[in-house]
């Protein structure tokens, strides 16, 4: 595709139900990164995947959340008993560079996840 | 987050007028930094970037100016346009490939 797609573009989930939220990355990259953004803030780190290889996961931010990317392009961001505190958007970006710090970072519209 | 402070967080200006953003970090391991836009219901998108052997960059209608030993690095709006309404983010990046954003600048350009 032209750039990154993520669904759902909008979920809405109740408090203990699990979520999944999918990215696909640019065709071809190989680095590809999820971050969290809370109304009004900025976006946080939260894992980030080299081809299949989820070589940095130290954002996450409870072991409810579990990300995967097993054939090293479309990548799935799981979330299992949602918390209110779990709202917010959650964007996917990637790169074409094999290391993370080389290349421009492309963002998806991200998927907003409302927990009531 | 903690890591930058960006000011301020709400900025109005006149078509035409020059906004300045200011982003100042602490870890001295950043070795990129680039100012995102961000539309309404939008991923942010790169902007402009510099690396730190430079102390500035002029694209456009765009400038970042750096300050290495200060750790400060600001942005440029000229003539600025009421299209340029977004939030804008400095986000250095570590060595490591993760950005950090700061927590957002809401730029308003009256017509």
């Known amino acids: 595709g032209a750039g990154v797609s993520q669904s759902p573009r909008y979920k809405v989930a109740k408090r203990g139900q699990d979520v999944a939220l999918r990215c696909d990355p640019i065709?071809?990259?190989?680095?590809l990164f999820w971050y969290q953004q809370a109304l009004g803030q900025g976006p946080e780190f939260l894992t980030y995947f080299q081809n299949e290889a989820q070589l940095d996961k130290s954002g996450l931010p409870s072991d409810r959340f579990f990300a995967e990317r097993p054939e090293g392009s479309v990548s799935t961001l799981k979330i299992q008993r949602t918390q209110q505190e779990d709202s917010a958007v959650y964007l996917c970006a990637s790169s074409l560079g094999r290391r993370p710090n080389t290349g421009e970072l492309f963002f998806g519209e991200g998927s907003r996840l409302t927990v009531l | 987050q903690q890591q930058v402070k960006q000011s301020p967080q709400s900025l109005i200006v006149q078509k035409g007028g020059i906004p300045i953003i200011n982003c100042a970090y602490e870890?001295?391991?950043?070795?990129?930094f680039p100012w995102y836009q961000q539309f309404p219901g939008k991923g942010p998108a790169l902007l402009i970037a510099i690396r730190p052997d430079v102390s500035e960059k002029k694209e456009g209608r765009f400038t970042i100016s750096f300050n290495k030993s200060a750790k400060q690095f600001s942005l440029h709006i000229m003539d600025s346009q009421p299209g340029d309404s977004a939030t804008y983010f400095c986000?250095?990046?570590?060595?490591?490939?993760?950005?950090?954003f700061g927590r957002g600048t809401q730029l308003t350009v009256w017509p």
């Open positions: 065709s071809g990259h190989v680095s």
């Open positions: 986000a250095p990046r570590s060595t490591l490939g993760r950005l950090y």
């Open positions: 870890n001295t391991a950043f070795d990129y």
